[in-house]
């Protein structure tokens, strides 16, 4: 997937300067938080909460088709006959019997795992953040897709790693791309801690690794001896019910695997967990253990008991014909309402479709005007750390209903095809602010 026509985004930071030069206790901060930055989707929250803003900005699942009702009364029993247990403190390791069910949803993507080599975190999210403070010293290299997830380059920028964007294409990761890019930084004398990679159903691109591209990848990365770390949030959202071997299957001593119930259960919850080598895992329960003690335990036994009471795989089932649903909505309205010019990626699952708009375009400057015009989006620029982007943006269909996705994307196609209109006519369009935000209203999505 290629970024063709984009230039580094060139914003004037200098009022976020002004503002940290306010700080008085900047001088006392350590130097690894300057790479800290707040992304651009927590920024956007609060205007794209509003209720009259059909948001295609963020990517909340839609849990309306949980049993809510059920997992009430199992929750109420939970406590009532275990809450001695569920409301102490636990192990850095995860609940034993969780981590036997992890191994069990796992198996369903052809990953044959022991409890033992689970790690429960605090969603994938703190697991990727665990496995970036293991691995990384100011100044190493991270491979990373090009676009690639937000919440990922926090982390790698919060550990002052650097970050190198692989060039995708339609079919995924493009494996000359990763063979050039890794060549170049050996010759610049760079280390390269890991690869880190969304194969199924990418965020924010949309896109999956193809089948006879995944062994290639792994060859290449075992072959210059660099880790590859797979985040594999949406792999069992697929639209055609048959998922994608994983990569921690094809190459288990290479491979360190993050998954998460966030998009197959419950976001609120947080609990995801890392499936990794037997001397990573180690380090892994070392790390938890000085960062949170133990991810909550009431959590991952109201997860257990889930997973144990309830038909979990015919939920599944049923996310995946509510995404496919939405999906389409967002298909067919990207085709009926886009001006000439405009491409999309066409995802078989997951939650997000990437869209490159013409040349000349702007998104993260086009952005104000599209909220004025009721409808918001996550500008490209967010999703890349070399300031990339500015002519695509992440479309999200997981969350509104697919009445609110169509009339959202003929929003955005008349907000587009004026701001192409103000390109052809005045070469530029001048820069305007964002409003104000409100407060947070449910449709989020």
Not at 62 to 72: F, I, T, V
Not at 341 to 361: A, D, S
Not at 363 to 390: C, E, H, I, W
Request: aromatic content about 8%; charged content about 20%; proline content about 7%.
């Amino acid at each position: 997937m290629s970024d063709q026509g984009s230039q580094p985004d060139q914003t004037d930071h200098s009022v976020d300067k002004a503002a940290r030069n306010l700080d008085a206790y900047r001088a006392r901060y350590a130097e690894r938080t300057a790479g800290m930055t707040a992304s651009e989707i927590r920024a956007l929250f609060a205007v794209a909460s509003r209720p009259e803003v059909v948001s295609l900005a963020g990517g909340m699942p839609n849990l309306a088709a949980l049993p809510l009702d059920s997992l009430a009364t199992e929750v109420a029993r939970l406590v009532s006959e275990d809450g001695q247990v569920a409301l102490q403190y636990g192990s850095a390791h995860g609940v034993p019997e969780l981590r036997e069910q992890i191994c069990e949803v796992m198996a369903l993507e052809g990953i044959s795992a022991h409890p033992d080599d689970v790690v429960v975190t605090a969603g994938s999210q703190m697991g990727l953040d665990m496995v970036t403070r293991i691995f990384c010293d100011p100044g190493d290299v991270i491979l990373a897709e090009g676009p690639s997830y937000v919440g990922a380059l926090g982390s790698f920028g919060a550990y002052q790693a650097e970050v190198v964007h692989v060039a995708m294409d339609e079919d995924g990761l493009q494996p000359e791309a990763l063979r050039q890019a890794i060549a170049d930084l050996e010759k610049q004398g760079k280390r390269i801690k890991f690869l880190y990679t969304i194969p199924n159903f990418h965020n924010p691109g949309g896109i999956t690794l193809a089948k006879e591209r995944r062994a290639e990848v792994l060859e290449i990365c075992r072959q210059a001896d660099i880790l590859v770390v797979e985040d594999n949030p949406y792999g069992l959202l697929g639209f055609d019910g048959q998922p994608y071997p994983a990569l921690r299957s094809m190459d288990p001593d290479n491979v360190v695997y993050l998954g998460s119930f966030s998009k197959t259960f419950a976001s609120g919850l947080r609990v995801g967990w890392v499936l990794a080598p037997l001397a990573i895992r180690e380090k892994l329960v070392l790390t938890a253990e000085s960062a949170t003690l133990c991810p909550p335990t009431l959590n991952q036994m109201i997860v257990s008991r889930y997973l144990s009471t309830h038909d979990w795989q015919g939920q599944i089932k049923i996310f995946q014909e509510q995404y496919r649903e939405r999906r389409d909505a967002m298909m067919s309205a990207l085709e009926q309402h886009m001006p000439a010019g405009c491409t999309w990626t066409k995802p078989e699952g997951g939650f997000f479709v990437w869209l490159t708009v013409p040349e000349g375009v702007d998104t993260k400057a086009m952005l104000p005007r599209a909220v004025t015009q009721r409808v918001a989006y996550v500008s490209g620029t967010g999703f890349y750390r070399d300031g990339f982007g500015s002519r695509q943006m992440r479309l999200s269909y997981c969350y509104p209903t697919p009445e609110r996705i169509r009339e959202g994307v003929r929003r955005l196609a008349n907000t587009l095809s004026e701001e192409m209109e103000l390109v052809r006519t005045f070469g530029t369009v001048p820069p305007r602010s964002v409003p104000g935000p409100q407060a947070p209203s449910p449709d989020t999505a």
